[in-house]
């Protein structure tokens, strides 16, 4: 395995003579020529993986099984080239939990046949397993060995499993093994409620733990639709006994007298009541409006509300394995629908509880925010004094995740500009099309979620404004935000505009090709890059400043444009920043720069705003090293 090692040349017959050798792995090199095995190649060999080199031709060799990967090669691009060595390998593996000898019977069309020859509607979702050590993926035993380890841990927590199913094996276009997930009830058709949520947190919190060699996962479930319709009692159940009966009426009789008085004290209490429920539960007094003195209920669309419980029950009484981050508002957790979705739930922690007015109106706002690459709002929560939102989550984690390499995800050149593209997308859609417009005020890479294909996706509006028809492109406000991405502008007057978030997104650009904190050991990544570059020397100078993983075995096509443009973002004055319309055409022409295909949609341009007067303090004026979101910071500035 060498990947990334800018090896040059036509492989030699003679590597592949090497009695013990199995697996070959030259992805993204530069090898040409032609690829062949020769006659005495390895008995063991199994595959041949030379995806995105210069390889123009490929030999046949007789009599080889093994599989042979030739994707991203000019060999790909010629007519006629054979699909075979040009398209993921598609194998799919027959089920193998089980007996083999019983007789496969036809099952109802909304049911599925188990390796036990039962028919059952299943559990059922996909893996994603991300660095496997192995790549012979026609080899059955693999997954035998992973269904009958996935059945026994499952039986371990008591859950009424009968068998597990594995099927068609395959890499994805991330690399990454995706496997076919079924699992079969024992003793009756189908799960039930807390079977099924007890499976995804078994799966989705990583509280299962998978032989080794199998590495890291993901799981994402499909929505599980067999849940029963509930029944009324059967009229076995009534009672005829007469001196029930005959109580009963007395006992009514008694009752009614009681009501008489209950509804008495009732219409007194009634103005009462009303004033106490407003004031613990804002949420309930809501009306359709109709009086000019009440609040409105939210005009929403899409998300729903939930209750208390239900998001309580979704997250293992928001434990500590579901933890997912926290921030100044509170903490995120993981959780799961019994629909077998996936929901990330923002939980206000006590003492930062918002009035009901203001809870409602981020919900609308939020209620109003569609977009591929926004994070969406699935619902929210007002119940038993809780403030919660829900949204959907996102399995790849955050930006800054993959650049610490905390995820465990590798982002090349390729993929960090379709980041910066689709971050790009979703604040010009904040900025240009939302109504009203919307600025973010809290851009920065923890904000930036990948999802399943490293999509990039804003999220937490937590900070974010709304400008009002009368603000004329800015509105004076206190000032948050986060210290190493906070536009010093809007730092020094308090004038907000969106021209403060296309500052932060400057400094994410700078954070994306260099990896490094905005403020890191007193040091600020804009001067940094400012002081070191040299526009006459490669990669501007910056080869010291630039995180490894992007510069080994790739060409950085268009990074010239790329660093112009982060300094474009994070000018001083506001007006000689572009507008985030302009930010999207300029990293759609640099990823045509680098071999690339935008597809992108075209947006108009946002409207300047002329910039108020300098303070004499600027935010990153000394050696500061810290970060905050929240309240404007204090007037002495202390590094860490």
Known sequence: MAEFCKITGELPQTLF???NLQTVKLRNN??????????????????VDVQNNDIQNYKDVQGFNGTIMLMGNSFCQQPGSNAIYCSLPQQN?????????????????DQNLSPNCLCA??????????????????NVSYYSTLEHDILDKFQNHSLPIDSVALSNPHMDDNNYLEVSLQVFPSGKIRFGYSEISDMGFLLSNQTYKPPPGYGPYVFRAVEYAAFPVSTSPSSSSKSTNVPVIIGA??????VATLIVCVLVYAIWQKRKIKRVRERSQPFASWDSGKSSGSVSVPQLKGPRSFTYDELKHSTNNFSEANDIGSGGYGK????????????AIKRAQQGSMQGGLEFKTEIELLSRVHHKHLVSLVGFCFDQGEQLLVYEYVPNGSLKDSLTGKSGIRLDWKRRLRIALGTAKGLTYLHELANPPIVHRDIKSNNILLDDHLNAKVADFGLSKPMGPNQKGHMTTQVKGTMGYLDPEYYMTQQLTEKSDVYSFGVLLLELITARRPIDKGRYIVREVKVTMDRTKDLYNLHE????????????????????LALRCVEESGVDRPAMSEVVKEIENIMQLAGMNPNADSATPSASYDGGSRASRHPYGNEANFDYSGGPPSSKVEPK
């Open 17 to 19: 003579s090497l009695p």
């Open 30 to 47: 530069r090898l040409n020529g032609t690829l062949n095995l020769g006659s005495s190649y390895s008995s063991q060999l199994h595959l």
């Open 93 to 109: 593996i027959p089920y193998s939990t089980g007996t083999s000898n019983c007789v496969p019977i036809l099952c109802p069309s």
């Open 121 to 138: 509607y299943p559990y059922a979702g996909t893996i994603y397993f991300r660095a496997p050590s192995f790549s012979s993926l026609g």
């Open 249 to 254: 009426s007395v006992g009514g009789f008694v």
């Open 332 to 343: 995120v957790y993981r959780g799961m629908l019994y629909t077998g979705q996936l929901i």
């Open 545 to 564: 400043l630039l995180d490894p993983a992007i510069v080994l075995g790739t060409s950085l096509g268009g990074f010239g444009k790329f660093v112009d």
